[in-house]
């Protein structure tokens, strides 16, 4: 429910900021605009100026989520190594099995 929510919400925002670009805004429409997908994708892909103050100071975050992407690359690589079945036989059964009565796929 609360997915239909934000999707029509996204949509929305989407068709009001392509509708009316040049409109002035206040503090509730720029907050109804921050769903809009061209205006975050504008956001995600602009290479801009550094010298921001605001921008500055966040400098630090950039190689703080290339380490921690690097790590959940390297740790959903190493996870089939570090978890491995006992009895395969029982995953094997409990994966075939569709429901609670014992239909098979």
Known sequence: MIC???VTLNI???FYDL???NKPRHKGVDMFLAFSIPR???RLTKSGNRSEPTVERLKGFDGLRSMMMIFLIAAHCLLPLTISASNTRYIEEVS???DAYGAYM
Do not use: E, K, L, Y
Request: aromatic share 20%; with cysteine; glycine share 0%.
């Open 12 to 14: 929305a925002a989407t």
């Open 19 to 21: 509708q009316f670009p």
């Open 96 to 98: 075939t099995c569709n």
């Open 4 to 6: 239909v929510f934000i």
């Open 40 to 42: 975050n994708w504008s």
